[in-house]
């Protein structure tokens, strides 16, 4: 094990998240706000551990293994989570520590699960606009990665670096763009950067506020969702909406793709058969969803044109994990969806985005490989002596990569099954008289921050505070595991990880 290159490597990250502090600083000066100062001294505070950490421990190699790049993202994330949630605590926004490290958790995680409650933010957007700037600009940060944003910008990136982009992106494999780590990173932020312009100037054009056009457009490019506004997105004009839903669809989609299309390989990137498993499972869900807010007479959706618009931003918004609502606040939340929509949206919870997106979920891929083999095993039972290959992408799905997904996907389950478990062993506090913590709340709780999505259901719904200390812990832990996709947070904490052999 290498230490000192894992922290030194940290050291960077805390220098890193220094430098990316001082853009809501220098805002929150600008606009002559109070939280300038309490963003400031966390500056500093990173600044200094990053700097202790990078010049007093120097590698002696900085070979990164496998291993090496579990730890390192895993301990990078919760450094940038830990760090990230003193500005709100300085500053009293959040006072509460475990509170405010659940908002950055979501934040980081691009979950968008908020322990504030409406009134709460429309507050913060009249008298604190950097700190709910610093809030959105978690998502941004944490949807490409912030380890893949060091190793875009430094110099010293080696090729093992590999190991590390494979251990933050999201999805079951990330296949190198180019040959060099640091180019593929490159040129994934510049994708990120450029899609992120390209949203602000729309939303700008279509009447958006540019404020307002910053923080959406960095919690739909992280697919994060933390809005500004008590209402998300539906104070917005009709034109917004489709921007944001349109965009949350494009970044769910692998950005491995986009490239391809950069370089004028259309054929090679419309061969995706994930990209239109993507786009089939979006295009019915929307028009199921359609229906039935058409027949259930909703009075804001009782045009044609309106049930479209909701079912599309909806649907858009839960299988890219992004979690931005439509839904005006006269009207309620998603609870009043009806039931059928209800239980699909839920079901788009699961999947998620594409490999190499900035999404959660299982991924379509990895549930396109699991349903491949459960085929595979009936078509077995049937016919014995009949070879069945899975073949996904064109190329078959070897044993051990069947095996791998079959192992995630029962990891997957264990975890959502005690974060559920552990939730149910809370009674919530602060709940309105005859409200309570259900079954249907819990479970899509859990849910819902295990593949980072943000939106509950039931009394979950309006925000995550009736929950106590230890459950906010749970889910912020459950929402880096789901983020990291398990393996790099669970081999962390592992005893034999840290044993010298």
């Known amino acids: 094990m290498n230490y000192r290159v894992i922290f030194n490597t940290i050291g960077k990250i805390a220098i890193v998240l220094a430098l990316l502090l001082t853009i809501p600083t220098i805002l929150a000066a600008c606009l002559a706000e109070s939280s300038w100062w309490a963003l400031l001294t966390t500056v500093g505070i990173s600044l200094v551990i990053g700097v202790v950490l990078t010049f007093a421990v120097r590698p002696r190699t900085k070979a990164i293994f496998s291993r090496e790049g579990l730890i390192i993202v895993a301990l ?24 405010a490290f659940f908002e950055t958790c979501s934040g980081f995680s691009t979950t968008g699960a908020t322990i504030l409650t409406g009134d709460r933010i429309d507050s913060l957007y009249d008298t604190d606009k950097a700190l709910l700037f610093w809030r959105s600009f978690t998502h941004w940060i944490g949807g490409m990665g912030v380890i893949v944003f060091l190793m875009a910008f430094e110099s010293g990136s080696s090729n093992r670096g590999m190991h590390v982009l494979r251990a933050e992106m999201p999805g079951p494999s990330v296949d190198k763009i180019v040959p060099r780590a640091r180019s593929t990173a490159q040129i994934l932020y510049l994708l990120y950067i450029g899609f992120t312009a390209v949203q602000i100037i729309a939303l700008v054009i279509a009447g958006m506020p540019l404020y307002d056009s910053f923080v959406h457009a960095f919690g739909t490019a992280g697919t994060g969702g933390f809005g500004v506004r008590s209402d998300s997105i539906a104070g917005y004009n009709a034109a917004c909406q489709w921007i944001i839903a349109i965009f949350m669809i494009l970044f769910g989609i692998n950005f491995n793709l986009y490239y391809l299309w950069i370089l004028r390989k259309f054929k090679a990137a419309f061969k995706s058969q994930e990209l239109w498993i993507f786009i089939g499972i979006i295009t019915i869900s929307s ?38 609502s439509s839904i005006p606040a006269s009207a309620g939340d998603i609870n009043v969806f009806p039931l059928f929509s209800k239980s699909l949206l839920f079901l788009l919870m699961f999947i998620g985005g594409c490999a190499g997106s900035t999404g959660g979920g299982l991924k379509v891929s990895r549930v396109a490989i699991l349903s491949l083999a459960v085929r595979k095993e009936l078509r077995r039972v049937l016919h014995p002596r009949n070879a069945n290959a899975v073949k996904f992408e064109g190329k078959t799905v070897s044993d051990e990569a069947l095996s791998g997904t079959a192992r995630y996907f029962g990891l997957y389950m264990l975890i959502l099954a005690a974060t559920f478990i552990l939730l149910c062993l809370d009674p919530g506090h602060g709940l309105e008289a005859g409200s309570s913590l259900t079954l249907e709340a819990n479970i899509t709780a859990a849910v819902s921050c295990v593949n980072n999505i943000g939106p509950a259901y ?25 983020r990291l996709e398990i393996y790099p947070i669970l081999l962390t904490f592992a005893p034999s990880t840290w044993i010298k052999r």
């Open 76 to 99: 990078s994330w919760i450094y940038v989570s830990a760090i990230g949630a003193l500005p709100f605590v300085i500053s009293g926004a959040i006072p509460n520590y475990i509170d």
């Open 287 to 324: 028009a199921a969803v359609s229906v039935d807010l058409a027949l259930a007479q909703l009075p804001f959706a009782s045009s044609v044109g309106d049930a479209v618009r909701h079912s599309v931003f909806q649907v858009a918004s839960f299988i890219s994990t992004t979690g931005y």
């Open 458 to 482: 039931g009394v979950v719904a309006s925000g995550y505070y009736m929950y106590n200390w230890f459950s906010k812990l749970i889910l912020s832990f459950a929402m880096l595991i789901g």
